[in-house]
């Protein structure tokens, strides 16, 4: 039977970044692979205070970084030296183990910082980062779209991924409608970034989503409908549900807390999958992995 809940986001602080996080929550930790939503600013930061959040690792998991406002720049530990900038996604694939930073460029900043949880298969792959400066973009109604991730409306996104994902951007500029066919295979998440939409289901409203919270539809929809009265920005996100139970904790993803405490060990002593993971060019310190060693993770 198909539903729909809504899911409260909670506020916190990313590197000095007022952020507003969907996912993951206690109630719902997944839509698809996607496993981690932050939607950060849209804030004006304070001459000196720009977002800054220093070298730090990732494991078996796609960071995917979607600018609307402001610049940030990105480095690796492969060498990656990249500008973010409105329109466009970085994706960085941690796989085994890759470390980065991010810093603004700019006072004005608003982005959506997502992750993809990798799945067994690839959760070990080789650490690989790729820019995307242009995605497919088309009208739905009177919503302006970027196709950020998968397919819809007969178009495709470049960006690689593991399993069968959707993102999509939705821009509208004043009063707009549309209506969106939707994969019953896929649940879906839509998040309000800017503005709030009315959501329709099956003919009928169901829900005003304001900013900060997000709309989970289980699998078995065939299509929603989006009202706007006034500027509004919203992603659709949705995938096939995992079979696969991915544990989340600090940056890394694994499968049990014996993997997390080797990846936070080996990241805190420069050894094992982290020897000579360093990321060049930034200037501040390292961020250490909390104590992982207490942990007693439940995977649910
Ligand atoms: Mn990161």
């Not at 879906?188 to 503005?195: D, P, W």
Request: glycine share 12%; with cysteine; net charge negative.
């Amino acid at each position: 039977m198909a539903f729909v809940e809504k899911i409260a986001g909670h506020a916190g602080n990313v590197g000095g970044l007022p952020i507003n996080r969907a996912l993951p929550t206690p109630k719902r930790r997944l839509i698809g692979a996607w496993c981690f939503l932050d939607h950060a600013g849209p804030a004006d930061l304070p001459p000196g205070e720009g977002m800054k959040v220093g070298p730090h690792p990732h494991t078996g998991l796609q960071t995917f970084s979607w600018l609307i406002e402001g610049e940030v720049m990105h480095r690796d530990s492969l060498g990656s030296a990249q500008v973010l900038r409105p329109g466009q996604v970085n994706l960085m694939t941690a796989g085994r183990g890759i470390a980065h930073s991010e810093e603004s460029l700019t006072p004005r900043l608003h982005l959506a910082q997502l992750w993809i949880a990798l799945p067994d298969a690839q959760r070990f792959c080789a650490p690989a980062f790729e820019h995307f400066p242009v995605l497919p973009r088309f009208k739905e109604g009177g919503f302006d779209v970027t196709l950020l991730a998968g397919e819809h409306g007969g178009q495709r996104s470049p960006i690689p991924l593991h399993t069968p994902l959707l993102g999509l951007d939705l821009l509208s500029s004043g009063p707009a409608e549309a209506e969106l066919a939707l994969r019953p295979d896929f649940e879906h998440g839509l998040m309000v970034l800017e503005g709030s939409i009315d959501v329709g289901l099956e003919g009928k409203k169901i829900e005003h989503l304001e900013l900060g919270s997000l709309l989970y539809l289980s699998p078995g929809f065939e299509g929603v409908t989006l009202h706007s009265g006034a500027p509004t920005r919203l992603l659709l996100l949705g995938g096939e549900p995992l079979t696969e139970r991915p544990l989340l904790w600090w940056n890394f993803i694994a499968r049990s807390g014996a993997e997390i405490q080797q990846f936070a060990q080996d990241w805190n002593a420069g050894s094992g999958s982290f020897a000579g993971v360093a990321v060049q060019g930034f200037d501040g310190p390292r961020l250490p992995a909390p104590d992982a060693s207490q942990l007693h993770l439940r995977i649910v």
